[in-house]
C-alpha cells in the first residue's frame, strides 16, 4: 500500500469530480414503505395497545396528509439531484445553537509514533512543517481534480467527491436562528481559489502564502523558517486579542458578535475573509498531552482562545510535539478527513526527512499579522467568553478524572 495507488489518478482516468455528474439523484422511498420502516424501528418498545394505537396513526397519516407531503418530495425530488441535502444541514446540524467545540466536530490524535518519527518539543517545527507541505500537496491534487474518488469493491463503486471542497477554504458561518457553510475552494476549471495558510496561537494570527508566485509549493524549508518566526513571537511577546475565542460561545451569541465585529471597521471584514477562506489553518495549543487519549481530550477542548472553532478542518500543534486534526461535521463526512490522515501519514512514511540545512533554493516567505479593531463591547465580549471556556475546561478535566478514577474509557468518533 502506497500513497500513489491509493491517491493519484492513472493515466486516462476522468478528474476527482466528474464522476459526480454520473451519480444518481437521491431515491425518494415510497411512502408505504416508509411507514412500515418505521412502525418495526417501535415494535420492540410498545405493548400490544400502544403498537394498535400506532397502527391507526400510521394508517390515518398514509391516507391523509402523509398523501399530500408524499407529493410534494416527489415534486422537490423531480428538480432536485439531492432533494434531502440542504434539510439535512439545516435541521440536523446548523439550527443547533451549542458551542461547535466539543459538541459537533470530528477529531483524531495524529499517531507519528507508529511510522518512527518523534512527538517531542524538539520535532515540532519540523514535524509540522512537513504536515504542512504534505497538507498543500492534499490541496494540489484537489485543487487540479486528480485525487481518486473514494470507493468501493476494488473501485467498481465510486462515491461522489462533492464534499471535498468543503474540506478545504470552507467555514461555518454563525448565524441568528441556523448557520452555514462558507465555501472558497474551487478545483482549476472552475476558477481561483486561495493558497493561503493561517497559523494561530496565544491568541494572535498569522498569514502567510503556501505557493510561490510561479504557482508551486513552497518547501519544507520555507515553511519551518515561516514557523520559526511565528513560535518566536508567540514565545517572547505578549498575548494577542484572543478574538478566536468568540467562535466558541453559543452560536447565536457568537453571531451577534460576528456582525458586530464587521460593523466596527472594513478591515475587520477583511480579516475574517481571510481567516475563513485560508487553505489551512493551524493552531499552536500551549497545552502537553501525555498520551492520545490526552490528545483527543485537548483537541476538542484545551486552548480555546487561539482556534477559530467555525473553520472546516483545522491542524492542532501542541507544545510538546503532539498533533490531532478537528473537522467540523456539517462540512464533510469523517471519511474525507481519514482520506486526508491517511495520505499525510503515508507522505511522511515514504518520502522521509528533508535535509534542513540545504537553503540554496529557499526563498523568503512574506509574513502577516492579523488583527482585529475592537470597541469596549467587543472587548468585554471577549474578556466574558475566555472565563466561560476557562470554566468548561475545569468542567471537561474533572470529569475526566472522574472517569479514569472509575478506570471508565471513552470513545471520541
Not at 423531480?78 to 440536523?92: R, S
Not at 517531542?120 to 504542512?132: G, Y
Not at 494540489?140 to 465510486?158: D, F, M, V
Not at 475565542?245 to 471584514?269: F, G
Amino acid at each position: 500500500m502506497d500513497r500513489a495507488s491509493i491517491f493519484f489518478l492513472d493515466e486516462g482516468e476522468s478528474n476527482t469530480f466528474d464522476f459526480d455528474e454520473t451519480l444518481p439523484p437521491l431515491p425518494l422511498p415510497d411512502l408505504h414503505d416508509t411507514l412500515q420502516r418505521y412502525y418495526d424501528t417501535i415494535k420492540p418498545f410498545g405493548s400490544p395497545s400502544e403498537l394498535e394505537k400506532s397502527k391507526k396513526i400510521i394508517s390515518d397519516f398514509e391516507c391523509g396528509i402523509g398523501t399530500e407531503l408524499q407529493r410534494k418530495l416527489k415534486e422537490r425530488a423531480a428538480v432536485k439531484k439531492n432533494w434531502l441535502n440542504e434539510w439535512w444541514d439545516k435541521y440536523a446540524y446548523h439550527m443547533l445553537r451549542t458551542p461547535l467545540i466539543p459538541y459537533i466536530i470530528m477529531a483524531m490524535p495524529v499517531n507519528l509514533e507508529v511510522i518512527n518519527i518523534p512527538e517531542t518539543p524538539a520535532f515540532l517545527l519540523k514535524n509540522l512543517a512537513r504536515i504542512l507541505y504534505h497538507t498543500l500537496e492534499f490541496w494540489n491534487l484537489l485543487r487540479n481534480a486528480t485525487i481518486k474518488p473514494h470507493s468501493s469493491h476494488g473501485g467498481k463503486i465510486k462515491y461522489s467527491s462533492a464534499l471535498y471542497k468543503r474540506f478545504f477554504s470552507a467555514t461555518r458561518a454563525p448565524g441568528i436562528d441556523y448557520d452555514y457553510i462558507k465555501t472558497y475552494f474551487k478545483p482549476v476549471n472552475e476558477g481561483n481559489t486561495p493558497s493561503h495558510v493561517v497559523v494561530s496561537g496565544k491568541g494572535r494570527i498569522f498569514a502567510f502564502d503556501g505557493l510561490h508566485a510561479d504557482g508551486t509549493i513552497i518547501s519544507p524549508l520555507e515553511i519551518l523558517i515561516v514557523l520559526q518566526r511565528i513560535r518566536s513571537i508567540l514565545d517572547y511577546e505578549s498575548m494577542g486579542d484572543c478574538v478566536p475565542v468568540l467562535t466558541h460561545d453559543d452560536r447565536t451569541t457568537w453571531a451577534n458578535n460576528y456582525i458586530h465585529l464587521q460593523e466596527i471597521s472594513e478591515k475587520n471584514k477583511e480579516t475574517i475573509e481571510t481567516i475563513e477562506s485560508s487553505s489551512i489553518i493551524v493552531t499552536f495549543d500551549e497545552n502537553e498531552p501525555h498520551s492520545y487519549e490526552e490528545t483527543s481530550l485537548l483537541c476538542v477542548n484545551g486552548d480555546f482562545h487561539s482556534k477559530w472553532g467555525d473553520r472546516s478542518s483545522t491542524i492542532i500543534a501542541f507544545k510538546n510535539g503532539r498533533f490531532a486534526y478537528v473537522g467540523e461535521h456539517s462540512a464533510y463526512d469523517g471519511t474525507f478527513s481519514v482520506s486526508y490522515a491517511l495520505f499525510v501519514q503515508l507522505s511522511m512514511f515514504e518520502i522521509g526527512e528533508p535535509d534542513w540545512s540545504c537553503t540554496d533554493n529557499s526563498k523568503y516567505i512574506t509574513l502577516t499579522e492579523l488583527k482585529f479593531d475592537l470597541d469596549n463591547e467587543l472587548q468585554k465580549e471577549i474578556d466574558r467568553a475566555k472565563l466561560d471556556c476557562d470554566l468548561r475546561v475545569a468542567i471537561n478535566m474533572k470529569n475526566k478524572n472522574t472517569l479514569l478514577r472509575n478506570t471508565l474509557t471513552f470513545e471520541l468518533i
